[in-house]
């Protein structure tokens, strides 16, 4: 029997605050959990993801959650099992893209965890896109509105 291969990608914070505020193309990023959900994709995050994410929402402009609201999207990201600490080979590349792309060591990395696992980094952060300026980074990148699903 032969075994589908499941597209994988690592997705950060700024799709992941999609899954719990409608904004711009919450659409697409509730559709690529609901394809994880459904075991059509696979999806990674560094564990800084869920820090990320709390503190997205508890600034975000259209959020006011309450500890209870707090609990239950910690909850949900807990329970979708993909996020593991960064190896040392991807704090190593991390801090080397850091360098190279002038970008967060937070953005670097996501980025790191794209190239350690040969998979794109799906993000509704452009400006990450435009700041890359190595073509191994820039080639593992995808915005969540060119994300073909």
């Known amino acids: 029997m032969e075994r589908k291969q499941v597209q994988r990608f690592i997705t950060d914070a700024s799709v992941a605050v999609k899954w719990f505020v409608d904004e ?9 959990k609901q394809l994880f959900e ?3 994709v696979d999806l990674e995050a560094p564990s800084l993801l869920g820090y990320e994410v709390a503190s ?19 909850e ?6 993909i996020s593991r600490e960064p190896n040392e ?9 850091s360098l190279e792309n002038m970008v967060s060591l937070y953005d670097a990395v996501y980025v790191a965890f794209a190239l350690s696992g040969r998979c794109k980094l799906v993000t509704a952060d452009a400006s990450l ?6 073509l191994d980074a820039k080639q593992n990148v995808v915005t969540l509105a060119d994300l073909d699903l």
């Open 56 to 74: 997205a929402l508890r600034f975000h402009p259209k959020v006011s959650l309450t500890l209870k609201q707090f609990r239950g999207v910690r």
């Open 38 to 40: 459904e075991g059509e």
């Open 89 to 97: 080979r991807e704090w190593n590349m991390a801090f080397r893209l």
């Open 76 to 81: 949900a990201l807990d329970q979708m099992q």
């Open 24 to 32: 711009q193309e919450t659409q697409i990023a509730l559709k690529l």
């Open 129 to 134: 896109l435009s700041k890359l300026r190595s």
